[in-house]
């Protein structure tokens, strides 16, 4: 008894420890797209999300004022002052007058930039640059510097996202295409897997065959043929290509196979007592699917709910396929997509606007989560 009592304890852990491994391989990247979101762009560049409370170092550049704001001052020309302005003050390490040289000398120090003039940047931004002969030109001199700057969070990246980008009407766009496409398959499916379990009609295990063969057809394989299928059948009654309606059918044809084969593993699983004697009390196999077998089955509609939520939600190829990219119609991911090509270097609008995306998901997932495992497992067993 103590050996088995042992195993048992043994195999408790380790599976608390692979599923503490696994969540934390989930959250941790979740974790640094939402802190990197909330974070400063130019802190995002110099720094990763894990260090995004500490302060951070990066190298900038600014230029000091032109000729016109010079003073005269023991037969030297001077100009002084802040090289932040009005920015909020951060610490210099070093600073330059090169680009391929930004920090050549530590803050501090007086450089001596050749013909007379020399040039001190402080720590706190103060500066001094002095020649022996008048400053000219407009424009004053290039200044590179190394500088610390404690952290700094902003919504404005969301703001920017929200009402800048066009996401907002992605978003929406989304859950037009999304909430359809995870109803329409249920109830197609339900009505299909019960009549799959319970009852009889000749070639039902042909079905059965066939439904199981197409859980393995790649989507990628399908796509042309079911848009050339799409297109005739909407030229032929006059409804137009590139509709909601179109992508609905879609995923619902995609979605169809796993739904059917999932929901009758687990209807077919309910007690027969069960059925038999509502039967017997003269209810009809329509009665019996909708008040015995739909209560029943809420948590693997719940499991399929979410699978078919996240599949759409997150799909592109689909999307752009039957959808297009016009601007009131293209989803989130196509959007998101758009963004990473013409802002690839904008880290804060892409961690923000991918931070956007999930939200719902997770929502979606957690709101549902308690039936996800049930849903799936209840099947694999048959009641007693």
């Known amino acids: 008894m103590a050996v088995a009592t042992g ?31 909330l974070r400063d762009k130019d802190q995002i560049i110099a720094s990763g999300w894990w260090n995004s409370f500490a302060s951070s170092t990066q190298t900038e550049a600014g230029r000091l004022p032109p000729a016109s704001a010079q003073v005269e001052k023991d037969g030297k020309f001077v100009l002084e002052g802040n090289i932040f302005g009005d920015d909020p003050a951060r610490d210099i390490s070093a600073f330059g007058v090169k680009s391929s040289a930004p920090t050549q000398y530590p803050a501090g120090t007086t450089a001596d930039l050749g013909d007379g003039e020399t040039l001190q940047l402080n720590a706190d931004g103060s500066f001094v640059m002095t020649s022996t002969k008048p400053f000219e030109g407009e424009r004053g001199q290039r200044v590179y510097y190394a500088s610390s700057a404690p952290p700094k969070f902003t919504t404005d990246n969301y703001s920017t996202v929200l009402f800048s980008e066009g996401i907002g009407r992605s978003f929406m766009n989304s859950l037009t295409v999304t909430i359809p496409a995870t109803v329409i398959p249920i109830l197609i499916a339900a009505f299909a897997a019960y009549a799959l379990a319970w009852m009889r009609f000749p070639g039902r295990a042909l079905l059965i065959a066939v439904i199981i063969g197409l859980l393995v057809v790649p989507l990628q394989m399908s796509l042309i043929p079911l848009l050339k299928l799409y297109n005739g059948v909407g030229s032929f009654f006059g409804v137009p290509s590139k509709t909601y309606l179109g992508i609905w059918l879609a995923h619902t044809g995609f979605g169809l196979p796993f739904a059917i084969y999932l929901l009758r593993s687990y209807i077919a699983g309910l007690p027969r007592e069960i059925m038999e004697s509502a039967r017997i009390d003269g209810a009809s196999d329509f009665e019996i699917f909708v008040k015995i077998v739909l209560p029943l089955s809420f948590p693997v509609l719940a499991s399929f ?46 961690t923000t606007s991918a931070f956007i995306t999930i939200v719902v998901p997770l929502i979606v997932f957690f709101s549902l989560q308690r039936y996800f495992v049930r849903g799936l497992l209840a099947g694999s067993v048959k009641g007693g």
């Open 305 to 350: 709910a979410i699978f078919q939520f996240l599949w759409v939600w997150n799909d592109l190829l689909v999307a752009m396929v039957f959808l297009g990219t016009e601007g009131d119609q293209i989803v989130l991911t196509a959007k998101l997509n758009a963004l990473l090509g013409s802002r690839g270097g904008d880290w804060e609008i892409l």
């Open 7 to 37: 195993k048992s304890f043994a195999s408790r852990f380790g599976v608390h420890i692979a599923v503490f491994i696994f969540v934390a391989i989930w959250t941790v990247p979740t974790l640094g797209i939402l802190v990197s979101s």
